[in-house]
């Protein structure tokens, strides 16, 4: 993100458009026009960098919502031997299936399938847990 870049630039074309008006008569239309390409090209440099800057504000904004709802789940998971599962919210105690370990690490809360014989699969990662704890 180059907001100073954005911001000399927009600088710049400004202090060369406060030249053009403080120039006397004597100054030539030639040199005018040039000075005038010259504060436009600034000018438009200031509008695309301060505009990329603009996109990644956007960016990181959304990344920080999705971290925010990320903290708000989990401060209702209660771990159990080493497991996550969701809290009961008048108990404080673990209810359900256990989330899968393997996705936690890859920031996704996904809850373990129904186990068979005590050993239970994720349905994303298809990783597999036995003897995983399932509170009712
Ligand atoms: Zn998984």
Redesign the pocket.
Same mark, same amino acid.
């Given at each position: 993100m180059d907001i100073v870049g954005g911001l000399a630039a927009a600088s710049k074309a400004l202090e060369i458009i406060k030249q053009l008006r403080d120039v006397d008569k004597t100054f030539n239309a030639a040199a005018q026009k040039a000075k005038l390409a010259e504060a436009m090209e600034a000018a438009s440099t200031a509008k695309i960098t301060l505009l990329e800057a603009q996109g990644e504000i956007r960016e990181r904004d959304e990344e920080i919502a999705k971290l925010k709802a990320s903290f708000a789940v989990r401060e209702n998971l209660v771990e159990v031997d080493g497991y996550k599962y969701r809290k009961d919210a008048e108990t404080g105690a673990p209810r359900g299936k256990a989330f899968?370990s393997?996705?936690e690490i890859d920031g996704?809360l996904?809850q373990?399938a129904a186990s068979i014989r005590n050993f239970s699969t994720?349905? +994303?990662? +298809?990783?597999n847990y036995s003897n995983l704890n399932d509170f009712r």
């Open positions: 899968c393997a996705c996704h996904v373990v994720c349905p +994303k990662c +298809k990783a």
